[in-house]
């Protein structure tokens, strides 16, 4: 299923690619129309070699002398990203932290709208506060199909994280920001970022004692 | 200020013991009493090579054809990573997401406590939703060292981060959980984690493409 059509870029890449990105944006709402890639490379935190070899992924665009079109760069590495159109997004298991994320509204602002949420009691999940249509997971096929979502923000309890995210991939759901506490077990073309609240803070704990 | 009675344990050693305390947890909550490294590391997601070695940071705890006391090694994980009491956390920055985390009760079932949180206009974010007092960034300095508080959740905008970061580092803050989208620069003994949600989507945005 993979284009050839796009050179394979490592996922650390990607990375670095999103946080360029910003840095292009602050840049763009300051003003600021060309940058040189040590400026660029200072402000996301990286070598300027590393950022000339990220770019290089995707052809040269710097100018020697000149450095790089802010608005340009900002458009391919959006392009890149697949963030130039607004990317629907599910979210299943409606709890503390889901039901946190529904009311977050800054996902839409960066490009992603969660446009249906999923529980296994969707009818004592639904409130006034969310916007977003509140659904059985016996209708999650349907949807996802329906609406070709490709992407699903998991929140559900640990010892169902599994089972759900077997019946998402069967679905179609291929990209899963799992925000649950067990690592999932998935195919090799199923892409999972793992965001643990809890296991950032503990770590920090371990070093705030020190 | 190093201690040094406490090994040094690589920061990926310290996300795995996370990782192997909430596998720990879960065999506890079963009835399970004890787990051979091998069962313990396929949980974890980790080669149990990788998990024997994370745990002779402090000492062997398997027993040769026993394998690992659940409860022992839990409280064991516990006490390293400094989560046996309920740890004060401060929040700073009381945006949509701000207002997501402080609405998100998980976690305190994780050991943290969010005891309060701070904006530049307290008086516009305070709300009956919230219990967690809320407080002006002329208070932060007082209470910090009041309550010994070593964390913080950091939600401002970009544009006020690091301002907002030199502040906490100040006042004796060393451990932060950056939820804004720009790299901090900080001092050496100063832990700063990372969670950026949308850059985590934008990166399976790109991933869910090919």
Redesign the interface.
Known sequence: ???TS?PE?P?KA??R???Y??CLQ?LKANGIRTVASEALAA???VKSTQLRKDLTYFGQFGTRGLGYDVEQLGALISD????TRL?P?ILVGVG??G???L?????QQ???EIIAAFDQFPEKKRSRKFATPMLGMDKVEEFVRKHAV??AVLTVP??AAQEVVNTLIEIGI????NFS???LQVPE?V?V?N????????????????
């Open positions: 299923m993979k284009k796009r870029i996922r990607i990375y690619l999103s946080i990105l910003r602050r402000a996301a935190g890149v990203l697949g963030t990317q997004v503390n932290l039901s946190a994320l009311s977050y509204r800054g996902f960066e490009g992603f490709k992407m640990p010892e291929t990209g899963i920001l506490t067990i690592t073309d892409m970022n965001v643990n609240l809890a296991i950032e803070l503990e770590n920090l704990s371990y070093f705030v004692q020190q």
